[in-house]
């Protein structure tokens, strides 16, 4: 019996093994440029399910270097789940996970725990209720994981951190506790948070939509500076216009998966599906 | 010294082994149910159902249970079977069991008040589960449960007073001593209530003072208080 059928005994249950399972990497691209990149990180025929309730199926993905994606669509299409599968905090029923030209998941097996910590690091995700750390304050906040994860000393980690709380306008509120941040104050301390760990991508799950209107703009001109920069991010968002305005790639999810992705000029501006115009035609 | 018609110096050794030995009998007990009560809390929050029914099981029977009847189990029960506890064991073990089912419930409550985020947020940071624990759980999580083991500590110096029905040697046997003797039943429970009181009002000030003190951000660890010298040096510099 091979393992991929004895894997399926076991269910949807992932089971950690010690090795990581030997499956061809991604394919590396000859871009333009004549630089060979894999891309940050790659899902193929994605499929998660709930039980009995599927939340997508059959998804694939590629997130290259430098680059913005945005996944758009209503609530409830798994958006955020594929976003988590990404980094495994949720386990994907079947199909493949890739870091770099790791295969970290592969239908039902998962590298062991302790790799998938390391792997973790490569990609940071900011949340949409923010969950900062309550009792730390902001520079505390960034610091911490690359102080107890990565085991940097601590001066150089908090004055690293200060200064990427610098690089999001909020130092001068480096003492201060979650309770005491606006909505805004507090997400932009979670991208610097994110950051700290000098992660190849940034996942971002419904950054804004916490917030009251008048504390978006803030947080979406930290997400655009960044993306400037040439942060490689992905997206979960309802706000149309600024995926218009920075994505690279726009992936359009309606129930059971991706129903369009292209770049922006084809899927905001004149999408091929009719569900895809629909959804835009309603923002 | 004679108050309320006693005269008490002659009284004043007994009562001073008394009040030791309810503190005696409080610290060992408090330490012992703080420990048990974390292992009844971290198998309550296991993913293995099993453990966690174990744990369950544990608290609902002890804490169904009164405390007198498991003194005296302990004590007077166990010798049939060969197993014979002196005083001080018997009933230290009985406090332990108890309040151990109490404080795992208390703790339990602090642990599932952390949010899932907050978890989810340090193993999306890399951090191994443990040190998501000890990190971003624990320290969120003791301060939710400061209250409620406080108000234990206290519960728990008073239930020593019940260990006067095995001959605990502790304050309420010293006053049924004295009362035996004196046959001032009245002046003497008074003065020992008292002695109670001056037990028991301090101790549950000094909670209260702690809630307020470590409700916001106060380091509860070394290596905290460290981290934040260092970040309050650096903006006293950074904004000089």
């Known amino acids: 019996m091979s393992w991929r059928a004895t894997a399926r005994l076991f269910g949807a249950k992932a089971q950690f093994q010690r090795e990581p399972p030997a499956v061809p990497p991604p394919v590396v691209l000859e871009r333009s440029v004549g630089r060979s990149v894999a891309p940050v990180a790659e899902v193929r025929n994605l499929t998660k399910r709930f039980g009995a309730t599927e939340v997508f199926r059959d998804v694939s993905l590629r997130i290259e270097g430098g680059k913005v994606v945005t996944i758009l669509g209503r609530s409830g299409v798994g958006k955020s789940t594929l976003l988590r599968c990404l980094n495994l905090l949720e386990l994907p029923t079947s199909g493949q996970v890739f870091l770099r030209t790791k295969c970290v998941y592969d239908n039902g097996l998962c590298i062991s725990r302790k790799d998938l910590i390391g792997a973790r690091r490569q990609l940071s995700m900011v949340f949409q209720q923010f969950n900062l750390f309550q009792h730390l304050t902001a520079v505390e906040n960034v610091a911490l994981a690359p102080i107890v994860a990565l085991g940097e000393p601590a001066g150089s980690a908090i004055e690293a951190a200060r200064s990427l709380l610098d690089h999001v306008g909020i130092s001068a509120r480096m003492l201060a506790y979650p309770s005491q941040l606006s909505g805004g104050e507090q997400q932009r301390v979670a991208i610097a948070r994110a950051l700290a760990l000098r992660p190849a991508a940034i996942l971002f799950d419904e950054p804004t939509s916490s917030l009251d209107p008048e504390l978006r703009g803030e947080v979406l001109a930290t997400m655009k500076q960044l993306a400037s920069e040439g942060m490689t991010m992905v997206v979960v968002t309802h706000e149309l216009k600024f995926a218009a305005d920075v994505s690279d790639w726009v992936v359009f999810m309606d129930d059971g998966g991706v129903v369009e992705e292209g770049p922006v000029e084809q899927v905001l501006v004149s999408p091929v599906r009719e569900r895809t115009r629909q959804f835009i035609s309603s923002h | ?240």
């Open chain 2, 1 to 240: 010294m004679t108050l309320l018609g006693v005269d008490w110096s002659q009284y004043y050794g007994g009562i001073g082994l008394g009040l030791l030995r309810t503190v005696e009998f409080t610290a060992v007990s408090y330490v012992g149910a703080i420990l048990l009560g974390a292992v009844v809390a971290i198998g309550r929050t296991q993913k293995i159902a099993a453990v966690r029914r174990l744990a369950g099981a544990y608290v609902e029977v002890v804490k169904n249970v009164p405390l007198l009847t498991w003194i005296f189990v302990l004590y007077f029960g166990l010798p049939s079977v060969g197993i014979r506890l002196s005083g001080f064991i018997a009933g230290s073990l009985a406090l332990i069991l108890f309040y151990g089912s109490y404080i795992g419930e208390v703790f339990r409550g602090g642990l599932q008040g952390v949010g899932a985020g907050q978890r989810e947020a340090a193993h999306s940071m890399g951090l191994s589960s443990w040190q998501g624990y000890r990190y971003v759980v624990l320290p969120q999580a003791l301060r939710l449960a400061l209250a409620g083991t406080g108000t234990m500590l206290v519960d728990l110096i008073k239930a020593t007073s019940l260990l006067v029905t095995i001959a605990g040697r502790e304050l309420m046997t010293q006053g049924q001593v004295i009362t035996s003797v004196t046959f001032k039943a009245l002046q003497v429970y008074l003065v020992i209530g008292a002695l109670y009181f001056l037990l028991c009002y301090p101790t549950s000030q000094s909670v209260l003072w702690l809630e307020r003190h470590l409700g916001r951000g106060q380091p509860l660890s070394l290596k905290r208080r460290h981290w934040l010298a260092i970040a309050r040096a650096l903006q006293s510099n950074g904004t000089r």
